[in-house]
């Protein structure tokens, strides 16, 4: 089972739900933590994995020879990233912009663009205690998160449970990371911004359909707006974790919840019990 874990919003707990998770998970079955938050990977922090592999990930980016270039604008008129532009006598290429898709290597009828590789980032694999672990660091200045959390997701086993750590928001990176899964666990907090932030996650998930629940984190501060949306759109509330000074010592420390609060660990096993239910329930609704 693929089960992700994101939020809308940066900040709302999501990687001490994840690491929690697979920490608890472990003495069950076997966990693998992909750290899909490529542009500032944390997961590694509590886990404290030892890396044994570490492998750059590359895209390819167009070169033109002008020797053969007509100047025709077909690379450029296919682009659908803007990333060529194609004057009287020359070519330009933004590498910061191209996705490597090949479209305009393929579609050159003159077979002057060639392709070499630009370097994004890494992908670093090891374990800890127990938890296959992998995550993706993307480059300085890089702005393709995407090929990189593809990388990062090849990774994957095909046997127990993989745990996605997604980055915040509802952009591409957060789609690339969150598809596939069979189910999105929504890091939220009861106020405003989380509301606002948990609605446009849950719109998300929902165009991907892919059944999400929600994990309340730090309740005891703001109001009870959440609980309140989460009814009417029938989202399961699947966790509450408090507002607790303990807790958030413990995070900024760099321990695990479940570590250091040991007591926390039926908590999170009922939670995984919760989303099995919930994805066999799906599964046989649609076998019906
Ligand atoms: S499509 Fe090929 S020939 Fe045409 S402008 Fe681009 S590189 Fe030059
Ligand atoms: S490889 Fe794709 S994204 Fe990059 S310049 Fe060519 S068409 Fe554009």
Known sequence: MIISVASGK????????????????????????????VEEPDAHVFLKPVITRSEAVSIPVPKVDEDKCTYCGKCAEV?????????????????????????????????????????????????????????????????????????????????????????PGTSCPVVEAVKDSDFCILVTEPTPF????????????????????????????????VEEYCRKENIPIL???????????????????VEGMPQWRESFLGLFDKIGGIVNERISGTER
């Open 10 to 37: 940066g900040g709302t707990g999501k990687t001490l739900v994840a690491t929690s998770l697979a920490l608890t998970l472990k003495d069950r079955d076997k966990v693998q933590l992909l750290d899909c938050d």
């Open 239 to 257: 966790l509450t974790i408090p507002l607790d000074i303990e807790i958030a010592g413990l995070y900024s420390r760099g321990i695990t919840l």
């Open 79 to 167: 682009c659908a990233y803007n990333a060529i532009a194609v004057f009287p006598k020359h070519v330009l290429i933004f590498p910061e912009l191209c996705h490597g898709c090949g479209a305009c290597s393929y579609l050159c009828p003159e077979k002057a663009i060639s392709e070499e590789g630009k370097e994004i980032g890494v992908v670093e694999r090891g374990n800890s205690d127990s938890v296959d672990f992998a995550h993706g660091r993307l480059a300085i200045g890089e702005a393709m998160a995407t090929p990189l959390i593809r990388k990062v997701k090849e990774q994957a086993r095909r046997e127990g449970t993989v745990i996605i750590d997604v980055s």
């Open 194 to 225: 989380g509301l606002n932030d948990l609605v446009l996650a849950v719109e998300t998930v929902r165009l991907l359909d892919i059944p999400c629940g929600v994990v309340l984190n730090r309740v005891g501060v703001g109001d009870g707006k």
